[in-house]
């Protein structure tokens, strides 16, 4: 089975910067990663598509995100990774990733638990 483990969410202070990761684990072997995104739910419970990131690696940000995020990954180490530069406060929200995997060739799509971002002063 795998699973989805985010990490790096904390309170930070406008203008700071984070960086979010999210790795597959699971006991598994020759697993394949393809698309995965980066998702945020406010505390209006409003969900927002914040990131995405193709296996080789090309790149989509929503408004809020473009010029202040980065999406990035590292193929051998089953991570995907979110920088968050120029943190606002309207940044704060529950960050999950959502990854579309294939283990022994079977695609399906698998959610991580969130991480908690705050950004406040």
């Known amino acids: 089975q795998v699973q989805l483990v985010e990490s790096g969410g904390s309170l930070v202070q406008p203008g700071g910067s984070l960086r979010l990761s999210c790795e597959a684990t699971?006991?598994?072997?020759?697993?394949?990663?393809?698309?995965v995104r980066w998702y945020r739910q406010d505390p209006q419970n409003k969900r927002e598509l914040v990131a995405t990131?193709?296996?080789?690696?090309?790149?989509n940000y929503s408004d809020a995100a473009k010029g202040r995020f980065t999406i990035s990954r590292d193929n051998a180490k089953n991570t995907v990774y979110l920088q968050m530069n120029s943190l606002k406060p309207e940044d704060t929200a529950v960050y999950r990733c959502?990854?579309?995997?294939?283990?022994?060739?079977?695609?399906?799509?698998?959610w991580g638990q969130g991480t908690q971002v705050t950004v406040s002063s």
């Open positions: 990131v193709t296996r080789d690696g090309s790149s």
């Open positions: 699971g006991s598994f072997s020759g697993i394949y990663i393809d698309v």
């Open positions: 959502n990854a579309n995997v294939a283990v022994s060739g079977n695609f399906a799509w698998f």
